[in-house]
């Protein structure tokens, strides 16, 4: 600090004119001047040590102006919460009548921290005490900020009415009721409650909402006087249902309410007003009489009038039926041609019977003709949802959806389509949501709710800790104005976790990393957690396996926040290397060689392949990704060494998978490294890694390598086979023992390319036109009567038979069909995918014999199945070798001339 700026602080503070002695003469242009200082000494880099010169001063003289300014600017802009010396000198403008240096110093204020809740607060009262319309402005960003402020969010609610935007209105007036539910404002809260089931009383959701809450932190009492007044709406505008399902809520609170009771009577009669036996029913449930339990009458209530003639019905045995005629307690039920009328007893009824609405969708399938609901369910996809998600009481899964459709309505093919479209309507359409207490189950509302509700919903039913933290990600990148309270109960769930713990597991660190994400999006939060992320780390015993546990969607980055903080810690290069092998980004390499850590990547890159086992997927990584990087290469690993140390890891991690450990993450290791070795990938096509580094190779090291892979018995045959051809193309009289070069027994049934397209196409038209083409064939038959005398029907019915047979056997043979590689192709033996000239000692000729699969023999063509009596006796034969066998008492004497790759 320059020895002018500080004897300019000290002179100010001594002047008079600078205290609050000389206030009245104090102006904006005072305050600037201070601001022009502030500004050289952030410029020489000394704002702290004016600081302290000023706090020095504060402990004398309480009201200097100077010293506060200065020591509150500097704090403000280091990012401290402590804002008193600011708002000291507010105060002592404020009482001598300095409101244009208030208004001044909070736009100071604002300008280094907008988010500011005393300079809001400070300036929004000027502004309405001049009666400036910048106060709404002002308003706004004051309830988004701050979570508990209720009045504010009234008077603005309020403001929009009397404008007629609704949709702000209404959105306002949420706002406050809820945060005088949290607050136990009666008063208020009552007011909120009225203006909203004025205004919006459709939005039940909402409503039971506020119930609950009110419920859970006032009492059960004052939220069903509440829900009273909601009732008056859904009563007189003939809404029964819900109507009736409010009275059901205050009869839980309390059934001995009179007042609801008698309520839900009239109810009933409102919702059954055209069934004959309402009065009776009515009195034999003694629902009118205050000494039967209310639930109980209820209950018997609705037993007896879903048992009322013109319902529908469901019997186990019978299916669907119609109540025809009602007399005293029995019942005539109409099932249809097939099951006939039957007479029951109501009590009978009430146990053997599901009462079934008139849109149930198994009412629709029992009445509609099934061409004409299918081409309804497929043009008509949200209607078909909401009729089965509302026949099962209003909650129902993906499983139960497609259980109702296929094959009843559509069929396996149809409902794929379906379903997808059907996903995108359940996931955007606000009339569809989920049970609040089970994610996996829909629901249908009688209006739309906001997106706001929607996820809120979903938070709620989803019970998986790391699925919540995707649905509060999504509110935070979905919503606008993440400010009301269905987001900071949200928020709420993961502070949780970090006011108290015992032991670091994935759920605190997820949590202190997702609280740390929100807090960057809306600062006006502010995390509960008394500790740091080093202090977090440091009690974090496996940071490798902490790290895994980390759940990723399309949604967060909690892997990425994670290293982000570790790079922050002061041991971040030692914590880098650690995490690597798990982590497997080259990003952390880059910044470690950026920093000049070079030996201890390089010492990573060592131990990686010297201790492959457990740096087996730091090995892989380092071969597949690093080679060409100049670090790499200075860790000395020989090229052989490279490929010696992968074959040894994929055999280690074969023996541990034929040992059931670590099965999944041990078989992508294979994939990994065997696709590195064998089948790698570059912008010239696919390499053959290892056989490029055998041929370029003695002999030695070439049966050395070779016997190394070929000992690895669970490799896949087709590689070996690209080595011995690869080999025997550079060395043809190059020996292999006996056991090498015998063709293993494939795993499925070996087809060429060719044919697997041929029998797929066929499959295909089975399924989809031959299939379906006889299906309608035999309908037709059907529908011509006596079935024992109709020729066409029975041979309808036979080629159907054939057709299904025949696609059966083809479907199998499909799923086990492996396609040859014509790469792999050795002409060292006999064996799939070549041709084999014999001479035939019993007639005295020559053949020419190719061997491929079943599906391409062709006894005319000379090409035989490796699987057929023949094929097999020839299979593993050497050219110069003679062989003599019987087949069905017919003898065979060949000596093989020559073998050569087929054309395939």
């Known amino acids: 600090m320059s020895e002018e700026l500080e004897n300019s602080v000290r002179e100010m503070l001594k002047e008079e004119t600078w ?161 005088y539910v949290a607050a136990k ?7 909120m409650w009225s203006k909203l089931v004025n205004l919006i009383p459709e939005e039940i959701d909402f409503f039971m909402l506020v119930q609950r809450k009110i419920a859970k932190t006032i009492s059960e009492d004052k939220s069903a006087l509440l829900m009273q007044e909601l009732y008056s709406y859904y009563k007189n505008t003939a809404k029964w249902d819900t109507a009736i399902g409010i009275l059901k809520l205050i009869l839980e609170i309390d059934n001995k309410d009179a007042w609801a009771r008698k309520e839900i009577i009239e109810c009933f009669r409102g919702k059954y007003s055209d069934r004959v036996h309402l009065d009776e029913y009515i009195v034999s449930s003694n629902l009118n009489q205050s000494y039967r339990n209310v639930f109980e009458a209820i209950s018997d209530f609705e037993k007896h009038i879903a048992f009322d003639a013109k319902n529908y019905v469901f019997h186990r045995t019978w299916g669907v039926g119609i109540i025809t005629k009602v007399e005293g307690d029995m019942l005539t039920i109409n099932f249809g041609k097939k099951n006939g009328v039957h007479p029951m007893s109501l009590k009978m009824a009430v146990n053997a019977l599901q009462p079934l609405s008139r849109d149930h969708i198994w009412v629709l399938k029992a009445t509609k003709k099934r061409e004409d609901l299918a081409k309804k369910v497929k043009q008509e996809i949200a209607w078909t949802l909401k009729t089965i998600i509302k026949s099962f009481d209003n909650n129902c899964d993906e499983k139960r959806i497609k259980a109702e459709l296929v094959p009843a309505i559509l069929t396996p093919g149809e409902w794929t389509s379906w379903h997808s479209k059907a996903q995108k309507i359940l996931s955007s359409d606000p009339l569809f949501g989920v049970n609040p207490n089970d994610i996996n189950l829909y629901t249908v509302r009688d209006h739309e709710i906001s997106r706001e509700e929607r996820l ?220 590195l070795l064998f089948a790698n990938k570059t912008e010239n096509g696919v390499k053959n890694t290892m056989l490029d580094f055998m041929l370029s190779s003695d002999k030695t090291t070439i049966t050395h390598m070779y016997t190394m892979v070929n000992d690895v018995r669970e490799l896949d045959s087709v590689y070996k086979a690209q080595l011995r051809n690869g080999i025997l193309g550079q060395y043809p009289d190059f020996k292999f023992q006996e056991a090498e070069i015998k063709q293993d027994a494939p795993k499925g049934l070996l087809v060429t390319a060719k044919m697997l397209e041929i029998k797929r196409a066929l499959a295909e038209d089975l399924e989809k036109v031959q299939l379906p083409k006889v299906a309608e064939e035999v309908s037709d038959a059907r529908a011509k009567g006596d079935l024992k005398e109709n020729a066409e029907y029975t041979s309808a019915k036979e080629a159907q038979h054939r057709l299904t047979v025949q696609l059966t056997k083809l479907k199998e043979e499909l799923s086990r069909a492996v396609v040859f590689d014509p790469t792999t192709v050795t002409t060292s033996t006999v064996s799939f995918g070549t041709a084999v000239t014999l001479d035939n000692h019993i007639s005295g000729k020559e053949e020419i014999l190719t061997i491929l699969g079943p599906w391409e023999s062709n006894a005319d063509q000379g090409i035989i199945s490796y699987l057929s009596p023949l094929g097999n006796n020839l299979l593993n034969l050497k050219a110069g070798e003679h062989a003599e066998f019987t087949i069905n008492d017919h003898k065979y004497d060949y000596t093989v001339k020559a073998i050569t790759a087929a054309r395939m």
């Not at 929009?160 to 209105?169: D, H, I, P």
């Not at 404002?185 to 007011?191: P, R």
Request: glycine share 2%; with cysteine.
């Open 19 to 179: 205290t609050r002695a000389g206030i009245s003469n104090f102006t904006k242009n005072n305050l600037m001047e201070l601001a022009e200082l502030l500004e050289k000494a952030h410029n020489q880099n000394c704002e702290y040590e004016i600081k302290d010169i000023c706090d020095q001063q504060l402990a004398h003289t309480k009201d200097s102006i100077v010293a506060l300014y200065i020591s509150g600017m500097v704090s403000l802009h280091s990012g401290s919460i402590d804002t008193s010396a600011l708002v000291t000198l507010t105060e002592i403008f404020e009482k001598n009548h300095k409101e244009a240096l208030v208004e001044y110093l909070c736009q100071t204020i604002l300008d280094e921290d907008s988010q500011n809740k005393f300079a809001l607060r400070k300036l929004a009262e000027y502004y309405k005490e001049t009666n400036d319309d910048k106060v709404w402005e002002l308003y706004e960003k004051i309830v988004k900020l701050d979570f508990e402020e209720a009045d504010i969010a009234k008077i603005l609610a309020e403001r929009y009415e009397s404008q007629g935007n609704m949709e702000a209105a209404v959105s306002y007036y949420k706002k406050a009721l809820l945060r």
């Open 185 to 191: 404002n009666l008063g208020a809260m009552k007011e």
């Open 456 to 675: 809120a919903n979903e938070f709620k039913a989803e019970k998986q800790f790391f699925s919540r933290i995707d649905i509060m990600m999504r509110y935070l990148n979905e919503i606008e104005d993440p400010s009301d309270e269905q987001f900071t109960d949200m928020f709420s769930y993961f502070t949780g976790y970090l006011k108290a713990f015992s032991n670091v597991n994935e759920q605190i660190v997820a949590s202190f990393l997702v609280v740390q994400e929100i807090i960057k999006r809306v600062p006006s939060l502010e995390s509960p957690a008394k500790f740091t992320f080093a202090e977090l780390y440091s009690d974090i015993d496996n940071p490798r396996e902490m790290y895994t546990l980390l759940k990723d969607s399309k949604n967060t980055s909690l892997k990425a926040a994670f290293i982000a903080n570790v790079r922050l810690l002061s041991d971040w290069d030692d914590q880098y290397i650690n995490l690597f092998p798990t982590v497997l980004d080259k990003k952390l390499l880059s910044e470690l060689i950026a920093a000049g850590k070079n030996e201890k990547v390089i010492r990573l890159v060592q131990t990686s392949f010297a201790d492959y086992r457990n740096y087996r997927n730091a090995a892989v990584y380092f071969f597949a990704e690093c080679r060409n990087e100049p670090w790499f290469k200075e860790a000395g690993i020989a090229d052989d060494k490279q490929l010696v140390t992968l074959v040894n890891i994929i055999s280690l991690c074969f023996r541990e998978v034929n040992n059931h450990v670590n099965t999944v993450e041990n078989k992508k290791t294979i994939k990994a490294a065997v696709s």
